[in-house]
């Protein structure tokens, strides 16, 4: 990952579900190759602000530049992963770890979707780097809630992208996996 000039910023955004605001004249400027925390209180906006700027949400007012460009842009160029706070997953469906963090590769694929050289390469530093190598093989239904929390952290950095975004990451998972993960993000932060 290379340091990008701009990072991420957000400015004056507001964003409405109905007649509620959920976020009201936002700011914030996100610098490259740091970590940054977003605290407050349950419906402060933080989830409304992280799917702001990955673009799943249309603001009502403001803008959101990613590296200078607009979130769809920046997600077609691979400049920004997202890890929600929750995934909607059937346990029960056959796919393995590696399958779901190679699904974190599309945008590299081509519409094929032809697995190359490089794509296994880029799951297998990312399973590596999360610590589910030997767990790449396993159906996802029989994770625990860390592995799995695990499994899109590696999911999105298959992805390769300069910007990461996570959703509460510790939500859920315990301490090895909490280690795990900031260990990872102070790693890729130290990285650039």
């Known amino acids: 990952m290379s340091e990008s000039p701009d990072g991420i910023r957000v400015e004056g955004l507001t964003v409405r579900y109905g007649q509620t605001a959920a ?3 936002a700011t914030v400027t996100i610098r490259p ?10 419906g402060s906006g933080k989830s409304t602000l992280l799917n702001s700027i990955v673009g799943r949400i249309r603001p009502s007012s403001g803008t959101v530049r990613i590296d200078g460009r607009s979130p769809s842009s920046a997600r077609q160029r691979n400049l920004i992963g997202y890890v ?3 995934e909607a997953v059937d346990r029960e469906f056959p796919v393995s770890v590696r399958d779901v963090v190679m699904m ?15 794509d296994r390469e880029a799951v297998d530093r990312a399973l590596e780097r999360v610590d589910l190598t030997a767990l790449a093989e396993r159906q ?3 994770l ?6 695990r499994t899109f952290v590696a999911r999105c950095l298959a992805q390769e992208a300069v ?30």
């Open 23 to 25: 976020l009201e004249n």
């Open 33 to 42: 190759s740091r970590v940054t925390g977003l605290i407050g209180t349950n």
């Open 84 to 86: 929600p706070q929750t």
């Open 104 to 118: 974190g590769r599309y945008g590299h694929q081509g519409f094929t979707r032809r697995v190359r050289p490089a």
């Open 140 to 142: 996802i239904g029989a």
């Open 144 to 149: 625990s809630g860390g592995q799995l929390k």
């Open 163 to 192: 910007h990461l975004l996570l959703d509460e990451p510790f939500a859920g998972v315990d301490k090895a996996s909490e280690r795990t993960i900031t260990r990872v993000l102070r790693d890729l932060a130290d990285d650039g």
